[in-house]
């Protein structure tokens, strides 16, 4: 996502928090929501910082999907404001007064942070209703141990210490029991994404948590399965973002779903789908997916399955295309030959001097 211009409608240009914002705001949000507005208001205390939702994403450990729910919550609290372009891209969040705000009513106050996306997604939208996820729960030190009796749980846990380079504390051992036994969440699935996190550099298991939680609402349940939407957002995206001359932003939930349909409903390689944004580009000199959907629906009712069989398909549009013109020139041609009732008539040559000199004889 692009940097986005944070400001605010107050002169203040120090990192200070109000008292009407904790004792009235403060103590009804969750603490997640806490975090990320005093993150803000730090920043705005250094001018000229940059400022991004994936910033501070990396910066507090979260998904950009709780920063995203984060600053709704608080607009919905009327401590800032967001601001949108005609397209609907976040381009700007403006803090507002909190002296000048009313204390919120019980019936706002949100207790738990929502689920958040895969770790994978790369959306702008936020979805409706979220599904419930099992509440973690404190498994004793008889549970646990029954728990490691079993032959996976305990290799698991082995590999989950090996990739993370530490023994594994006893909180995120229950961590990992709970994503285990609550989201039933496999042995091999669990130490797919411990694995995947690590070397993307989020290896806390706040993040791996929220990564696990989102799964188990996707209904993610194999290793294949995550692989393939780890694939699909990955090497896919960045292809069509790049080929699009997509940058500073992330593809919209509409756009995700023009890629998915590409990629597993038509069952084009990569190739193909670049192939389609090529052309997008010549023909309207704009990115379109759209338009790009239009010819890759041809080609899917074509059974293009290769770059071969689209050589195949223009070579024969170019043939049908000459065979078009020249029945067309052909057609003029011959109407351009053809009399008509205008002209429907043998041309003479008629010696003008001759019947003139021929008319005045008979006058004489």
Not at 222 to 241: D, F
Request: charged share 25%; proline share 4%.
């Amino acid at each position: 996502m692009s940097d986005i211009m944070l400001h605010t409608s107050t002169s203040r240009q120090v990192t200070c928090v109000s008292n009407t914002f904790i004792d009235n705001f403060m103590k009804d949000a969750n603490g997640e929501y806490v975090k990320i507005y005093l993150y803000m208001l730090r920043c705005l205390s250094q001018e000229g910082m940059d400022f991004s939702i994936s910033a501070m994403a990396d910066k507090l450990d979260h998904t950009q999907r709780d920063i995203k729910r984060a600053l709704e919550y608080w607009e919905r609290q009327n401590l800032l404001r967001l601001e949108y372009d005609d397209s609907g891209e976040l381009i700007g969040i403006c803090l507002l007064d909190p002296y000048s705000m009313p204390a919120p009513k019980p019936a706002e106050r949100v207790d738990a942070p929502s689920p958040v996306l895969s770790t994978f997604s790369m959306v702008a939208q936020l979805p409706s209703e979220p599904k419930e996820t099992p509440k973690p729960q404190d498994y004793s030190m008889d549970q646990i141990a029954v728990f490691k009796e079993q032959a996976d749980v305990s290799e698991m846990i082995r590999v989950t210490e090996m990739l993370l380079g530490k023994p594994l504390l006893s909180t995120e051992t229950q961590t990992l029991i709970y994503w285990y036994d609550q989201l039933h969440m496999s042995a091999e699935l669990i130490e797919y994404m411990v694995e995947f996190c690590a070397n993307k550099n989020h290896s806390s298991f706040h993040y791996m948590n929220k990564v696990a939680m989102n799964w188990a609402e996707e209904g993610i349940t194999t290793v294949s399965q995550a692989k393939g939407e780890n694939e699909l957002r990955s090497e896919h995206t960045r292809a069509i973002m790049k080929a699009f001359g997509i940058s500073g932003r992330n593809l919209t939930t509409g756009e995700m779903e023009f890629v998915k349909r590409w990629e597993f409903d038509y069952h084009f390689s990569l190739p193909i789908i670049e192939e389609a944004l090529k052309r997008t580009i010549l023909s309207i000199q704009k990115p379109s997916f759209e338009y790009a959907e239009t010819i890759l629906k041809k080609w899917s009712a074509a059974k293009v399955s290769s770059m071969e069989d689209i050589q195949k398909l223009d070579a024969l549009f170019d043939a049908n295309k000459r065979k078009k013109a020249n029945t067309t020139r052909n057609i003029t041609t011959a109407s351009n030959n053809r009399p008509n009732r205008f002209h429907n008539f043998d041309e003479r040559d008629y010696d003008y001097d001759a019947l003139e000199a021929k008319l005045l004889q008979k006058r004489r």
